[in-house]
């Protein structure tokens, strides 16, 4: 599995006004139709992935050019869009923000039912790009939306966000199914951004000794790790990152090292799929395993548009709802022709589109 990109933005207040809204579902559905059928639902995937093609989604669909709103505004709209044609489209929308995100799971479920299709993978796949980027790559962003596009074929897509109170910012983290990898090791391909944070990052190639260490120290006696965690207390650690002793009561995670003695992870993977393992056990597997082995640690951030019809703040002009309509009204017709087989239209914008480069 792939992590294809980050993308950082303001957190924003306010949301889309409805009439702007219900364009925006009306576009995003003629563009993606006209995608499948000229590009196929495996190029779909691979371009929500890219964060620069989906922040200039937001844009030609009006919404914003940078704030926190694009993740899931555009998201929702391509998910109402889609609603009612997925098994047509074979392109299938769950998740979405705060208590959407946690009925996931339940979404892939009821689609695989009525499509009849296995819903594993699906699950496995959004829990886990969920624990890793909340909890393996420790960057201050918590996250609060996560949305999973995915075909009966097996591969998929998320985007999901985060958010960091400290300085009020977002990130978008977007991950493809295509490179079939991991999701432990480098899952990042490429991750753009301005914003360095102090992060605790378990997924590093040069954390491999990490992971192999914090796998190591949870299949040991909860009452061993404990003791050592405790003698943390007589360290003065340096001021090289947001981790600190005082993140970490031992008597609290007694209980978590029990279950993950217990249930003896294999490996790191396994170990982030335990429940109840979150940011803080691992930050103590790491001092513990640094204090005991002296593992190295490592603290890489792996984080590194267009306008068609305005934004919603006008910015850099007000929405113009004649031309939004326009578009939409040519793309259904280029779609209604695609589909009879008169693709003269599509070829007049390839041609188009070579001419511009």
């Not at 989604?57 to 929702?76: A, M, N, P, Q, R």
């Not at 009821?110 to 790559?137: C, M, W």
């Not at 340096?238 to 031992?250: E, F, G, L, Q, S």
Request: with cysteine; glycine share 6%.
């Amino acid at each position: 599995m792939q992590k294809t990109g980050t993308a950082n933005l303001p957190l924003h207040s306010g949301k889309a006004p409805q009439w702007l809204f219900k364009r925006m579902i009306s576009l995003s559905r003629t563009i993606i139709e006209l995608m499948v059928i000229e590009l196929g639902r495996e190029e779909v995937l691979r371009r929500l992935s890219d964060p620069y093609w989906f922040q200039s989604l937001g844009c030609i669909l009006g919404f914003d050019w940078h704030s926190s709103g694009v993740t899931t505004t555009v998201t929702g709209a391509i998910k109402e869009a889609l609603r009612g044609v997925e098994n047509e489209l074979g392109l299938f929308v769950a998740g979405g923000k705060g208590k959407r995100a946690l009925n996931t799971p339940q979404e892939i479920i009821e689609y695989a039912g009525k499509a009849g299709f296995a819903p594993t993978e699906f699950i496995h796949a959004s829990r886990l790009s969920a624990k890793v980027d909340n909890v393996a790559v420790q960057d201050g962003f918590n996250l609060y939306h996560h949305t999973i596009v995915f075909t009966p074929e097996g591969q998929w897509c998320v985007i999901q966000q985060g958010m960091n109170e400290t300085n009020l910012m977002a990130r978008r983290y977007h991950w493809l199914s295509f490179s079939v990898e991991s999701f432990v090791e480098e899952p990042h391909e490429a991750v753009c951004c301005d914003i360095n944070t102090d992060t605790l990052n378990f997924t590093a190639k040069e954390a491999i000794e990490l992971r192999k260490t914090s796998v190591l120290l949870s299949c040991e006696k909860p009452e061993k790790l404990v003791t050592e965690i405790e003698k943390l207390k007589e360290l003065n650690l340096p001021k090289r990152h947001a981790v600190t002793v005082h993140d970490i009561n031992p008597k609290n995670l007694y209980k978590i090292f029990l279950q993950t003695y217990e249930k003896q992870p294999e490996d790191f993977e396994s170990l982030l799929e335990t429940r109840g393992v979150g940011a803080k056990t691992l930050r103590a597997l790491a001092l513990t395993s640094e204090l005991i082995y002296g593992t190295p640690l490592s603290f890489k951030d792996p984080a590194r548009y267009s306008f068609a019809h305005g934004g919603k703040d006008k910015i850099p002009y007000p929405v113009n709802k004649n031309v939004y309509d326009r578009t939409i009204a040519i793309l259904k017709k280029a779609i209604e022709k695609a589909k009879i087989g008169r693709t003269d239209k599509l070829q007049a914008f390839k041609r188009l589109g070579t001419l511009m480069q």
